[in-house]
């Protein structure tokens, strides 16, 4: 190879490995924010919880119908609890008590990096063992947005919760990872996925399978409702479809068309409200609204 074409191709690798360093050094960054005051038409409790690995999960509480089961409601990648706010409400309004939490360095919960699930998880576990505290013997239901979702699929302790609702899951970090890079960088950009896998389980001190949820969704014994939409760039109709083939019995599929990677129950509205209402009460409630 002439000198000067093997310092070009070197020069290129190099610029490969820094895109490399640092789109998984901006990846997983910390999203905290501030998260203010709601209004008086729906009162909450600020609440702190500790977590395994000691950080202060912040959340709002909002109290339901006496013994009306309670739903922890876990938001995506970069967000906080107030993405699933309107959520909450519409819940609060079945009669059903709501925890909105901040996962695991996002919000008002420290936490040096996202982890795709993996530490976020703790704060799973750690909000589901505060409700079984506060709401002792009621049942509890779960609905986990993107990030959210992989945090509960991922929970080291089984949760034995009597619902669970995952919204735009992707089945493993290779293919979100994937998703993503052609979205930003076209065909060509999935050059850096295998410098990017390592960047992150350099970053996150383990093996990228340990974030794939496809390898633990059979380990969920709960009842599970999968929703995804038709135009989900970041994670497929057939990504969604094997993640369900891997998971276990009972459980149910929402495709909901036109949808893509963002908040289910602002496209689909009230059709939202009716599935979510119909799992819940079939599985938490146990008897129609």
């Avoid at 924010?33 to 038409?41: H, I, Q, R």
């Avoid at 930003?184 to 950009?189: D, Q």
């Amino acid at each position: 190879m002439p000198r000067r074409l093997l310092i070009q191709f070197l020069a290129f690798t190099l610029v490969i490995i820094v895109c490399a360093f640092a789109i998984g050094a901006l990846v997983t960054g910390p999203a905290p924010s501030a998260v203010g005051t709601l209004s008086t038409d729906f009162p909450v409790e600020a609440v702190q919880i500790t977590a395994a690995n000691g950080s202060d999960i912040h959340g709002w509480l909002a109290y339901g119908e006496r013994n009306g089961g309670v739903v922890l409601l876990a938001h995506s990648m970069r967000s906080n609890r107030l993405e699933m706010l309107s959520r909450a409400r519409f819940l609060n309004n079945q009669g059903y008590s709501v925890l909105l939490i901040d996962l695991y360095a996002h919000g008002e919960t420290a936490g040096k990096r996202i982890t795709f699930g993996l530490r976020e998880s703790e704060s799973i576990e750690a909000a589901v063992a505060f409700l079984r505290t506060t709401f002792p013997n009621q049942p509890i239901g779960a609905i986990g947005v993107s990030l959210g979702a992989a945090a509960i699929v991922l929970t080291k302790q089984r949760l034995n919760l009597d619902a669970i609702i995952l919204e735009s899951l992707h089945p493993t970090i290779e293919e979100a990872v994937e998703n993503r890079l052609k979205l930003h960088f076209g065909k060509n950009g999935t050059v850096l996925l295998p410098l990017l896998l390592s960047q992150l389980s350099f970053y996150l001190d383990t093996p990228v399978d340990e974030l794939s949820p496809i390898n633990r969704i059979n380990d969920i014994n709960s009842p599970l409702l999968l929703i995804s939409g038709t135009s989900d760039a970041h994670t497929t109709l057939p990504e969604t479809e094997r993640l369900f083939a891997a998971a276990r019995e009972p459980k149910d599929l929402w495709i909901i068309s036109g949808a893509g990677h963002f908040n289910m129950h602002t496209y689909a509205g009230k059709a939202y409200e009716q599935r979510i209402a119909d799992f819940l009460s079939q599985y938490v409630r146990k008897e129609r609204f």
